[in-house]
Every structure is written in structure tokens, then in C-alpha cells.
């Protein structure tokens, strides 16, 4: 009696053993919120941010100066690691500056120096006056021909708060308005249209003087901030003017184009709400600055209204974080982009171009890509743009996004969105 008892325990000890092997594990404990921020900040530095101080889109072969030149993967730089230098950079840049001000780390503060000398060796390796490269190739200075309004606005943005901090050094500070000053004075020439340079020296690409929602908001926030930095009248007057103009067909003034915040938009850009809320994040940046500089109660209550939609809206886009799926093993061909991007063709042309940059091997490049841009730089872009209204509204909420992610998982720089959004909320 006492023997068979024993077998049978054992014997179920052993079931439970095995079934024990068969189960999945037990998910890890959430991080808490600052150790979720301090990864996502600890990945970007280790992967994504440059010698130069310039953020890369993706860890992957660096473009040549034959590549920059020929206009591989094609001229604009689409799909290349140094896709969006200036634009990541400048928009992560205010993050980092409140980082450190939080802190007080000397770490923290030399990483704001150097994204700022980044931004400024983005604008200084063109002979092309008001020309913003978007990223710098193996040999420390190549770059694509083609920038674009979405790469130069970031570089204000960027500039604009770490002048506004306690870091940079007098002489710091005078390198920086002096190209400030520079870059505003060539694109005021342009009627700020972007230039291109190399073989599309002469032709734009982009700008700010139009009459949807991102041009109203860019346009009067680079005058303004210009006057800000310079401290020359001439930018004032002209923000002033700015404001009060109606871009056709818009019929509405730029302030009051403002107030529509990104609806407005909808009809010209599809889907902002799912998958391009990321290119809003620095018209959101970009009234709250507004907001801070202008004293005008009218105008005041313009930009914040406009802030406040723009919050309403991307709210519901955060939610898309819980279906992110950290073990998911979706492949990111886009790594090795000579591979997925191997047609290549001579390009005359800006559409050339553009064209050559659709013809992809969708097998090779698989889909990882999408999976991160749908389900976690859209979310956290959505997260950063709720955050700037520096109110702490849906704070839970935003926490529990930056907290679900396993940011050594990621592939894309985008991650980044995940500081914006934590340093634009109050401190506790």
C-alpha cells in the first residue's frame, strides 16, 4: 500500500513536470515607467544615434559617397539609414534638453551637445545656402541631393529648445545663431521653398507657405522662433504678417488655420490618424511653442485651441500599443536595403526619383517595418502629441504605452517617440 502510494506520487510529479515544460512562461513583470524610459533611451544611444550626433533610421549599411552621388537606393534617400537625420534628430532634441534639465547629469547634458552639433553639420556640408542634408554617409560628409520641408523644420525645432536651455556655451550659442541666421535667410530668399543640391541644384523640394494645417503652423513658428533666436525685428514683422495672410484656397488666415489643428488636413494627407501622426508631432511641438512666445490673448487662444484638437483626435490612436505583440518575429528586410532595393535607374528627376523609390522586393523586405510603424511609432507618436499639451491629461494611459514596449526589440529609431512623449508630460 505504502509503495504504490509513493509510485503514484512520483508518477505524478512527473506529469506535472513535463506539463510544467509544455506550458509558456510566465510573461516578465512589466518595467516600471522610468526603467521602460531608460531602455527606450539606452537603445537609441546604443544603436541609433551616430559618431556625428545625427539619429539613423535603422541600424544597416551606411550609404557611399558613389551611392549618395548615383542616387542609391534612389535620390531622395528614401528607405536608406540616413533617411531622416535632421527631422528625428531636431524632433527628439527637446526631449533630451528636459531630460537633462530633470537630471542635471553632465552625461545627459554633453548628449544635447552633441545632437545639437549633429543638426548643425546636417546644415553645413552643402554649398547650397538653406540646404538641411538628411543624414552623412561612410566617409563623414556624403549626403542625398534631396532634402525636404519635413527634414528642415525639425532643425529649427531642435536648435530653438537646446539654445533655450542652460547647456550650450557662449561660443556654442553664437555658432548656432549665426546658422540659424544663415539657414532663414536663404529660405526667406526661396519664399521657403526647400533647395536641392547636386545634379537638382536649382529645383525645391517642399515648403511652408501653403494653406493646410502643417504649413500654417511650421510657417509661423519658424519666423517666430527666428526672431526669438536672432533677435533681429525683420523676423517679428514678418511673423506678424504671416499670421494675418490667407493661403489660397484656404480662405482662412494662418492663425485661424491654426485653431483646425490636423483635421484640417485630412483630405490632402490620408490616414494621419493611423499610420502619419508621426509627421505631426512637430506641429504639435510647434504651437506649444507658439503658445509660450505669443502674448496676443487672441492669437494665444488660437494655437491652443488648435493644440487641443490635435490632442482630441490622436487620443484614441495610443490604444493600438496593446496589440503590439513584443515577441512577434516578423522579418525586417529593410536592414539590408541594397537587397530589397537592388533596381536602380539614372534620375533626371525629382518624380524619377520618387518613382524608383516603389520598386521593392516586398518578399525580401517582409514585414516587419509596417508592423512597427502601425503598432508602435504611430501609437507613440500619438502618445507625444497627447503629452504636449503638458497638462498630464491621459497620463495612465500614456504610461501604459511607453511601459508595454520592449524597446531592445525594435528596429526603428522611432522608438524615440517614447521619450517626446515622457518629457513633455509635468514632472511628478
Not at 126 to 140: C, K, M, Q, W
Request: hydrophobic share 40%.
Amino acid at each position: 500500500m505504502h509503495l504504490n502510494h509513493t509510485v503514484t506520487l512520483r508518477l505524478a510529479l512527473t506529469v506535472l513536470l513535463l506539463a510544467s515544460h509544455l506550458l509558456p512562461a510566465a510573461d516578465a513583470p512589466a518595467p516600471t515607467l522610468p526603467q521602460a524610459i531608460d531602455q527606450a533611451h539606452t537603445e537609441l544611444w546604443r544603436r541609433f544615434v551616430d559618431p556625428h550626433g545625427i539619429i539613423r533610421d535603422f541600424v544597416g549599411e551606411l550609404p557611399t559617397p558613389e551611392d549618395c552621388k548615383l542616387g542609391r537606393p534612389n535620390a531622395i534617400g528614401w528607405w536608406s539609414p540616413i533617411e531622416n537625420g535632421p527631422m528625428f534628430t531636431g524632433m527628439y532634441l527637446p526631449a533630451m534638453c528636459e531630460r537633462a534639465r530633470r537630471s542635471g547629469a553632465a552625461a545627459d547634458a554633453e548628449q544635447c551637445r552633441r545632437l545639437a552639433q549633429g543638426l548643425i553639420k546636417c546644415a553645413s556640408v552643402s554649398d547650397v545656402p538653406g540646404f538641411i542634408a538628411r543624414g552623412i554617409g561612410t566617409d563623414g560628409v556624403c549626403h542625398y541631393p534631396l532634402s525636404s520641408d519635413d527634414q528642415t523644420h525639425p532643425w529649427f525645432l531642435g536648435l530653438h529648445a537646446y539654445l533655450k536651455s542652460t547647456i550650450p556655451t557662449a561660443a556654442e550659442r553664437q555658432q548656432i545663431v549665426t546658422k540659424v541666421k544663415e539657414v532663414a535667410t536663404a529660405l526667406e530668399a526661396t519664399q521657403w521653398r526647400i533647395p536641392c543640391e547636386g545634379d537638382f541644384k536649382g529645383t525645391f523640394r517642399g515648403g511652408f507657405t501653403g494653406h493646410l494645417f502643417r504649413d500654417a503652423v511650421r510657417y509661423l513658428y519658424l519666423l517666430r522662433a527666428t526672431h526669438e533666436i536672432t533677435g533681429d525685428a525683420i523676423w517679428l514683422e514678418r511673423y506678424h504678417k504671416a499670421r494675418a495672410e490667407r493661403p489660397a484656397p484656404a480662405g482662412k488666415t494662418r492663425a485661424e488655420i491654426c485653431a483646425m489643428g490636423y483635421p484640417y488636413d485630412r483630405e490632402a494627407i490620408a490616414n494621419i490618424d493611423v499610420s502619419q501622426l508621426w509627421i505631426y508631432v512637430g506641429s504639435q511641438a510647434s504651437l506649444s511653442r507658439l503658445i509660450e512666445m505669443e502674448k496676443d490673448k487672441t492669437l494665444n487662444a488660437l494655437y491652443r485651441t488648435g493644440l487641443t484638437v490635435n490632442a482630441t483626435n490622436a487620443l484614441p490612436a495610443i490604444k493600438a500599443h496593446e496589440t503590439f505583440d513584443n515577441n512577434d518575429t516578423k522579418v525586417f528586410g529593410n536592414a539590408n536595403w541594397r537587397a530589397v532595393y537592388s533596381t536602380w535607374f539614372p534620375q533626371p528627376t525629382q518624380e524619377d526619383a520618387a518613382r524608383l523609390a516603389k520598386i521593392a522586393d516586398i518578399t525580401k523586405r517582409g514585414q516587419r517595418k509596417h508592423y512597427e510603424a502601425s503598432l508602435m511609432r504611430n501609437p507613440l507618436a500619438a502618445a507625444a502629441i497627447v503629452s504636449l499639451l503638458h497638462d498630464g491629461s491621459n497620463r495612465a494611459l500614456i504610461e501604459h504605452a511607453l511601459r508595454h514596449y520592449d524597446y531592445s526589440k525594435l528596429n526603428m529609431a522611432e522608438l524615440f517617440f517614447a521619450e517626446c512623449a515622457f518629457y513633455a508630460l509635468p514632472a511628478k
